[in-house]
Structures are given as structure tokens and as C-alpha cells.
């Protein structure tokens, strides 16, 4: 049984490139999460998705942040330019809807010099 | 403006006793809470939920109490063993989509 699957693991990047962070839901889940976790902020919800259609983006930082779900197997969010404080945490879940519990992926470190 | 908080960010008890991680919410619209527990380099992996029907559940070492009128949960795990240290999150939702709102975690650290 495939639990959230994220790619890649680790991602070291220059400031101001473009960074693409993937994740793969468990199949049957029509609920996917992006969370971004950093010492001072803790788990911060960025954006959800409910069947593909993008439900909440207030946790979005700005506009260099944008999150797409083209179908249900599949989701990224690409943060363009990268800024050495967006280096954090990135993490996706998923869950059957309402009064279910997150999955979470193992995340993505991702590092901005 | 947290609305989930975790106030402790550390704990130490000696493998045997009882942990007991607290969590306090401010937003009475909370209806589903959840426990996680996050080893390093992993995400966080779901322990036990609570729904606001019920003031307590249970699933084997593990135990939430949901206290409504105080806006507070706890997690209870008895007895505590060296591989339950981790950090340990609370969550809360209301009905609206499923949205949680995360504390921000108390290390747990159980002693041999």
C-alpha cells in the first residue's frame, strides 16, 4: 500500500531559479494538502485541493508560489524565483475528505542559496 | 494568530510511565482533532483522532481526552516506551473542507 509519494527528497537550488516540487496522492483520496514546516512557523497549510479544484490558497505565501493538481494521481508546486527563505520543509498529504485524517509524504527539504 | 497551540515544546519521561502531551485550541468551531507523531526526515504519521461527539478514545497505549468547555485535548500513552520519542503535533479542523490547523509540537523524549 503506497503512502504519499513526494520527489524529490532534497533539492538544493540558487536564488532566483525555478524549483518544481511533485507529489503523488494515495489513490482514492480526493483531498490533497501542502504544508510547509520552518522553525519559526511551524506546519503551515499553503494551499488545498478538493477532486483537483484548488478549494483554499490564503496560506500561499506570494505570487512567486503557485500549486496545480491536473488530475488526481498527481500534484506540484512551483515556487518561481526562489528566495533563500522559502528554503523549508515542504510537505504533501491527502485524505479521503471531511473527518479524515492527513497522509503526509516523507517532504521535500528544499534548500535556497 | 495560532489558533492550535502546543504549549510545552519538550517533554522527558522514564520508558514505563505515563507521557501526557497537551494541546489548547482557541477557535470554537473545532470539531475533529487529531494527534501525529513525526520522527526526523519523515512526515508526520496519523496516531488517533477525536471527533467533538466524544470526550475520550482510545487505541491501545494511546488515549485522547477532549475537554470542549476548556478548549483543550491531551494525548495519554501508557505505558511510554523509548521508540514512541518523537515530536508529537495536535491538529484541528472544523467541517469547512477538511482544513487543519497544526500546533507546533512537543518532542517527546522517553528514557530507557
Known amino acids: 500500500d503506497a503512502g504519499v509519494i513526494q520527489s524529490p527528497r532534497h533539492e538544493v537550488t540558487e536564488m532566483g531559479q525555478e524549483v518544481t516540487l511533485r507529489c503523488k496522492p494515495i489513490?482514492?483520496?480526493?483531498?490533497l494538502f501542502w504544508y510547509r514546516q520552518t522553525m519559526m512557523r511551524g506546519l503551515e497549510l499553503l494551499i488545498y485541493?478538493?477532486?483537483?479544484?484548488?478549494?483554499?490558497d490564503s496560506g500561499m505565501p506570494e505570487d512567486r508560489f503557485s500549486a496545480k493538481m491536473p488530475n488526481a494521481s498527481f500534484s506540484t508546486l512551483k515556487i518561481q524565483p526562489s528566495e533563500p527563505r522559502d528554503s523549508a520543509v515542504y510537505f504533501c498529504?491527502?485524505?479521503?475528505?471531511?473527518?479524515?485524517?492527513?497522509?503526509f509524504g516523507n517532504g521535500t527539504r528544499l534548500t535556497v542559496t | 494568530d495560532q489558533q492550535v497551540k502546543q504549549n510545552s515544546p519538550s517533554l522527558s519521561v522514564q520508558e514505563g510511565r505515563i507521557s501526557i502531551l497537551n494541546c489548547d485550541y482557541t477557535?470554537?468551531?473545532?470539531?475533529?482533532f487529531l494527534w501525529y507523531k513525526k520522527y526526523p526526515a519523515e512526515g508526520p504519521t496519523f496516531l488517533i483522532s477525536?471527533?467533538?461527539?466524544?470526550d475520550k478514545n482510545e487505541d491501545g497505549r494511546f488515549t485522547v481526552f477532549l475537554n470542549k468547555s476548556a478548549k483543550h485535548l491531551s494525548l495519554h500513552i501508557v505505558p511510554s516506551q523509548p521508540g514512541d520519542s518523537a515530536v508529537y503535533f495536535c491538529?484541528?479542523?472544523?467541517?469547512?473542507?477538511?482544513?487543519?490547523?497544526f500546533g507546533s509540537g512537543t518532542k517527546l523524549n522517553v528514557k530507557p
Open positions: 498529504a491527502s485524505s479521503l475528505g471531511v473527518a479524515s485524517p492527513l497522509h
Open positions: 489513490s482514492g483520496h480526493n483531498s
Open positions: 485541493f478538493n477532486n483537483n479544484v484548488p478549494i483554499d
Open positions: 477557535n470554537s468551531m473545532f470539531d475533529y
Open positions: 477525536i471527533s467533538s461527539i466524544k
Open positions: 491538529a484541528a479542523s472544523d467541517d469547512n473542507f477538511n482544513k487543519f490547523y
